[in-house]
């Protein structure tokens, strides 16, 4: 399925906010984020977790099916997964699911069947938060439902032991892979871990500058703050759409596996590829 097949455009921006959290679920379509994730895994505490799938249960299943911001709902994992699945499986404005600490693909078959069962078309981001799930990442992004991969870095650093210098260079090589198995699978590219410091927006549109040169096409968010500047970074310019709505316009009316860009230059299909995915990024 390709990209265009998935979604009209690619998410630039996905903000968290606590399932137990009324007063934020109140407010949280007003952020600006392209998508919201209501996380019902870290930001809630144990004794907290059955009131935080009512509160969100109730607050998913009265929205409306909005066209414009994609609702997902991050999932705990073991034996609280099942339950929280089944709450929310069935409500229409539900994008899918974030499957927190996925560790490889028989658990994604296994959410799969449940899905079916429930009759809901739901979609799945796989979260890899361990080496092993990284290493696996190739084969967790050919599982069923699959949209996209995400990277949950807290638990991954504590998992291999890594220490981020303030490049974040260390991180470099589970980035890299995990952008390259999407590629591979031919899913949407992957959008870009949380930074937890969510005062320096300077220092987050910096990494955020760096993640987008990666291949990133998003990235996630733990606080309003940080919305705006990953719209902004992720949102190419008019002239890069005009300049892609051009040329993908030459190529399908060529037909024949030839075209040129504006600078009379001729243009393989890897190029058109890379002109589409700036047309997804785009808004208008």
Known sequence: MSLRDRRD???RSALYVPGNDEAKLERILERGADEIIIDLED???PKEKDRARDITRIW???LPVLDSVGVWVRVNPGQLREA??????????LTGFVVAKTENVDELHDLDRLLASVGSTAGVVPLLESARAVLRASDIALAPRVRRLQVGEADLRADVGITAGPDERELLYTRSHVVLASAA???RPPIAPVSTNFRDLDA?????VELARLGFVGRACIHPGQVAVANEVFTPATDEVEAA?????RWEFAGAGVAVDDDG??????VVRQARLVLARARK
């Open 9 to 11: 455009f690619l998410a």
């Open 43 to 45: 930001a809630v505490a």
């Open 60 to 62: 998913l299943h009265d």
């Open 84 to 93: 929280d699945v089944r709450a929310m499986a069935g409500a229409p404005a």
């Open 185 to 187: 699978a031919g899913i």
């Open 204 to 208: 987050f549109r910096a990494s955020t």
């Open 245 to 249: 709505r051009r040329l993908v316009g």
């Open 265 to 270: 230059r001729f243009v393989d299909e890897a």
